[in-house]
């Protein structure tokens, strides 16, 4: 419970919770519950010096019990993929619905094929536009010694992404399974038809060919398209569309991630095959970003620019935007 000699504020505390209900889905009251509990103890542990946007948005991933990287002083980021894929069915702050579930519960029984190679990812071209990799830039003691009297001004470095990356070096690029992706004469038929046709063909489609991670994703963009051009803001849209396109967008990621068990690789945008899923993540990450999920959606653009780096559906631009709106200082 907060005290006398307490750090945070009462603001500072709605604040947290606020943003930690909508993360999780948790309810306000148990929100701020959790928030009056932990939130002094974390202003110590992340040594926080002041309690900005930054340093709140620093609490909020202490409470989701997330590893930090550091964009910059005081400025966190969740950790960079640098190994296998992890599935973000059950991974992120709020697991997906049951919708989703039973989506990837039906593809996982319709035995998925796996990604099959198809050549080699080659990050050179960032060096080649002056792109650094990532080093570790912890200082030794020494160097805190020398320079506690400097204080860095804190601003974030949103295309850090892109050193990791070119960090990592080479790796091999893969194909999702052709199953995944509408013929083109599917394709073909599905554009002649008026939108309440489409919309019974396409959910004919998640039954009968459960590993269509097409289907569910033109699902996902038909809920949006009944109310206008989707222009990533959500305005104008209501909440019932952007519910039921986050959930056709998670059936999609829960059935695409069928096929990456134990992934270590890319999925170049240039393989047609692997479009459905790309797109379905970022489709997932704007609807996060929509619903003021913001953490959330970090971290699924942080998963898709692992996979393609080369970055075909500007994902990386969407991240730039999640972490302004979050109240990280931007360059």
């Not at 889905?25 to 040594?47: I, N, P």
């Not at 709140?56 to 640098?82: K, N, S, V």
């Not at 003691?141 to 080479?170: C, I, M, N, S, Y």
């Not at 590993?211 to 051009?229: K, W």
């Amino acid at each position: 419970m907060a005290n006398s000699t307490s750090r945070t504020s009462s603001t500072h505390r709605s604040q947290l919770a606020r943003r930690l209900d909508l993360e999780t889905g948790m309810g306000y009251q148990r929100a701020l519950t959790t928030v009056r509990e932990q939130a002094d103890s974390l202003v110590q542990q992340l040594r926080l010096e002041r309690l900005d946007a930054s340093a709140l948005d620093m609490m909020l991933r202490g409470l989701l019990h997330q590893g930090i990287e550091f964009w910059g002083p005081g400025i966190g980021a969740h950790r960079w993929p640098d190994s296998y894929y992890a599935h973000l069915l059950m991974g992120l702050p709020a697991a997906m619905g049951d919708a989703a579930m039973d989506a990837g519960d039906r593809a996982a029984r319709s035995h998925p094929d796996q990604a099959r190679p198809c050549g080699t990812f080659d990050p050179s071209w960032l060096a080649a536009e002056g792109i650094a990799p990532t080093v570790d830039d912890a200082p030794d003691e020494d160097d805190e010694a020398d320079d506690h009297d400097t204080v860095e001004p804190a601003v974030d470095e949103p295309d850090r992404w892109k050193r990791f990356v070119l960090a990592q070096g080479e790796r091999d690029a893969f194909a999702l399974p052709a199953q995944q992706l509408m013929s083109p004469a599917l394709i073909t038929e599905l554009d002649g038809l008026d939108p309440d046709h489409a919309r019974l063909l396409l959910e004919q489609l998640t039954v009968e060919q459960p590993l269509l991670v097409d289907a569910f994703v033109r699902r996902a963009e038909l809920a949006l398209a009944d109310h206008g051009d989707f222009d990533g803001s959500g305005e104008d849209l209501p909440d019932t569309a952007l519910q039921e396109a986050r959930t056709w967008y998670e059936c999609a990621v829960a059935v695409g991630e069928q096929s990456l068990n134990f992934f270590h690789g890319k999925l170049p945008w240039s393989e047609p095959t692997n479009r459905p899923f790309l797109r379905a993540l970022f489709g997932l990450a704007s609807m996060a970003a929509v619903q003021e999920r913001l953490n959330t959606s970090e971290q699924i653009i942080f998963a898709l620019l692992a996979l393609d780096p080369r970055d075909a559906l500007n994902a990386g631009q969407l991240l730039v935007d999640v972490r302004r709106r979050a109240g990280l200082p931007q360059p």
